[in-house]
């Protein structure tokens, strides 16, 4: 990683004389950025730009390079890397587009680049990416300009696939906080990945907070993984979000989790803050640059009363808490001048306080109360008029600063100004300023949010299921449905008891045995929806009944052209709530267990959850608790419901070959508090 962002010197290929070349815009980013190392362009022919040396190879430099840029066609990268690795340079970004971005997978160019660097022993970024930031070294890569003062120098890193987001990034917290530490645009990941620099940033002393903006997430279970062990706060930023399916698949499961399901199940289960915009990342940003908060009480110091109803709307709506203020304090807060004009309360209105260090004062109070978690002050700029006490901004940043320190508790500031000095006011401190009052309630919910996901990571622990049992295996001659139950049945997953039978003899001896009242299903290998090809019947209450549903089912079948592969009888269970159990086999995740409220409209619900199995019964306990979109599970449930999931994770983790699979319904009988699975569906890979 020194290589990376602590390299002696820097080689930057593909510089012309053409004035928007973009390998200039990197050596003058160096130049601007004050790099200390040296820094040498490749290009045609000798001579010099703004006192650097262009040479016509690698091979003419005489000075100590480490890192090589590259920024030429595509199909002269491998013959580069050559020359680099002959010079020793074992290090390269490869800025350079043109590969699996636009064939993916496909792309011959990307397999030969990634099998050339192999072979050659050379570690490199990219390609289709704007390299590394390191702001201690001065080193900074990317195309887009940084002019002097606009890169500043700060301790959180950022690791993203777009290089745009990049320069953005490095962009927004050098102004709305005290600037970037190190930077890594990862483009293509043919080489080097976000695990790589995960491992790298989590052991780095400079980096105290890791910004993370991920398109795909190929090796998703082990960046989960990693960032579960991360002893610095990592905020997710995952962008391009698959559409839900609404296809009809072979299974609801197919439809249902799809890629961003999954994503968001991961970063529940393993306490990961998700960002769901760029603002977001940078507003969480700004949030965990503040002291860690205890709770969700907040007290608010408001200059303004129509700004302080907005922070209580905003409270309520974010599921933060006006702290209750003892009238103590309240009376303490009156005696500062002209405050016993005002109506106290909390958002504590001090609008006819026209100083800035008495409401500095009352901030003072409402912090240091117990009940108080964080604090929050909005109070118009010094500036506003002549009858406000003109007080120097950085002082009250300070005051501000320290008594956050001295109470150990957060407090963001929000000024009632214009836009401008708002922005003047960012850009000449590293303290957050918040641009609204709601900004500022939203920050301590990040804050609290956080809290609450690293609480449930500690809660939740390392503990994971253990595959039990060996693969199933697989009959491809029998129908995937029958095969099903006998898979239920080795997990101790309990269902009702299933009887098959092409005869309609055998299923009218069974229903005799079951009892009556009965349902009827058909399996077909020319369906997978039974109900949505009319082959259910349910309540059949005697014999007669029972004959006439199997002789119409025949007829619908070969009406349909459909074939038969089995009846299937079982006894009707008695009416009560339904939940959906679902696991696929993810290319990027691996096994994924997904739960719902299930029913005949299990597709319509939006209310799913997602996990990577195998799950711990905390996280199974916190799947049940967090499960809306119906009715609530009775606590008297939640014993043997937290035993299936924990089974049905170990049946997904332990059956690789086992695609998808549908438990729908699963249903929790009211009369003696059971719960068992009606119907399962799956699907394996045959061969």
Same mark, same amino acid.
């Given at each position: ?5 602590? *390299? ?35 290009? %045609? ?18 000075? *100590? ?109 050098? &102004? ?61 930023? !995952? ?12 299974? &609801? ?50 200059? %303004? ?10 409270? !309520? ?19 500062? *001048? ?65 008594? %956050? ?5 957060? /407090?963001?500031? &929000? ?21 609204? /009052? ?6 301590? !919910? ?35 449905d029958r095969q099903g139950f006998q898979l239920l049945s080795r997990y101790e997953i309990p ?21 009556? *009242?009965v349902a009827l299903k058909a399996i077909s290998p020319d369906f997978t929806h039974k109900s ?7 309540? /059949? ?12 089912? !025949? ?60 799950? %711990? ?71």
């Amino acid at each position: 990683m020194e290589g990376f962002f602590s *390299p002696r010197g820097v080689a930057v290929f593909g510089v012309s004389e053409n004035p928007k070349n973009v390998a200039r815009a990197v050596l003058q980013n160096l130049q601007l950025c004050r790099y200390q190392g040296h820094v040498v362009g490749i290009g %045609s022919r000798e001579y010099e730009i703004d006192g650097v040396k262009i040479l016509p190879s690698i091979a003419a430099v005489d000075q *100590p390079i480490d890192l090589a840029v590259i920024i030429t066609p595509a199909a002269t990268v491998i013959p580069l890397m050559q020359e680099c690795r002959d010079r020793g340079i074992r290090r390269a970004v490869v800025m350079t587009a043109g590969f699996n971005e636009f064939k993916g997978g496909d792309d011959v160019l990307s397999k030969e680049v990634k099998a050339a660097a192999d072979e050659l022993g050379v570690r490199f970024i990219g390609p289709n990416c704007q390299g590394v930031i390191n702001t201690r070294a001065g080193l900074c890569l990317p195309f887009g300009l940084f002019p002097p003062g606009s890169l500043k120098q700060g301790d959180i890193s950022i690791i993203t696939q777009s290089g745009t987001i990049c320069w953005m990034g490095s962009s927004y917290l050098s &102004h709305e906080l005290g600037g970037v530490n190190k930077v890594v645009s990862l483009g293509n990941k043919l080489n080097m990945n976000e695990i790589d620099f995960l491992d790298y940033f989590m052991g780095d002393d400079s980096t105290r907070l890791i910004l993370l903006h991920l398109e795909g997430t190929e090796k998703g279970r082990e960046l989960f993984e990693t960032i579960r062990q991360s002893p610095k706060p990592v905020i997710l930023f !995952k962008t391009q979000i698959s559409q839900e399916s609404r296809k009809v698949a072979y299974s &609801h499961t197919a439809a249902l989790a799809d890629d961003d399901r999954v994503v968001e199940g991961a970063c529940e289960q393993y306490g990961v803050l998700r960002a769901r915009s760029f603002r977001e990342m940078i507003d969480m940003a700004k949030a965990l640059s503040l002291k860690p908060i205890r709770g969700n009480r907040l007290g608010i110091i408001s200059a %303004s009363g129509g700004i302080g109803i907005m922070a209580a709307d905003t409270c !309520k709506r974010e599921g933060m808490v006006l702290a209750d203020i003892p009238d103590s304090c309240l009376e303490d807060i009156s005696r500062i *001048p002209k405050a016993k004009l005002i109506n106290l309360s909390n958002p504590v209105d001090t609008g006819n306080i026209y100083d800035a260090m008495g409401q500095h004062r009352a901030l003072d109070m409402v912090a240091r109360v117990a009940e108080v978690d964080g604090a929050i002050l909005s109070q118009f700029h010094p500036e506003t008029g002549e009858y406000f006490e003109n007080y120097p901004v950085e002082d009250i940043i300070r005051a501000v600063e320290e008594l %956050s320190n001295e109470t150990d508790k957060p /407090i963001a500031v &929000h000024f009632l100004c214009n836009p401008q000095v708002r922005e003047k006011m960012k850009a000449e401190t590293g303290t957050p300023l918040f641009d609204t /009052i709601e900004d500022a309630v939203a920050a301590m !919910k990040y804050l609290w949010r956080y809290r609450l996901l690293l609480q449930k990571r500690a809660r939740i622990g390392t503990r994971r299921a253990a595959a039990e049992l060996a693969p199933a295996v697989f009959d491809p001659a029998a129908h995937p449905d029958r095969q099903g139950f006998q898979l239920l049945s080795r997990y101790e997953i309990p269902y009702e008891a299933a009887f098959f039978s092409r005869s309609e003899e055998d299923a009218v001896e069974a229903a005799a045995t079951f009892g009556y *009242p009965v349902a009827l299903k058909a399996i077909s290998p020319d369906f997978t929806h039974k109900s949505a090809a009319g082959a259910v019947v349910l309540g /059949i209450d005697n014999e007669a009944k029972l004959r006439e549903a199997l002789k119409k089912m !025949k007829e619908r079948l070969a009406a349909q052209g459909a074939g038969l592969s089995d009846f299937l009888l079982q006894r009707m269970a008695l009416p009560g709530p339904e939940l959906f159990l679902g696991g696929k086999q993810d290319p990027h995740y691996g096994p994924v267990l997904i739960l719902g409220h299930g029913g005949v409209k299990v597709e319509s619900h939006d209310r799913f959850l997602t996990a990577l199995a195998p799950v %711990s019964p905390e996280t199974a306990a916190d799947m049940l608790t967090r499960l809306e979109g119906g009715p609530s599970i009775e606590s008297r449930y939640f014993p043997e419901l937290v035993r299936i999931l924990v089974q049905f994770s170990k049946l997904l983790c332990g059956n690789p070959r086992l695609e998808e699979i549908d438990i729908n319904p699963l249903r929790l009988l009211p009369e003696t508090g059971e719960v068992k699975a009606l119907d399962v569906r799956l699907l394996f890979q045959k061969g």
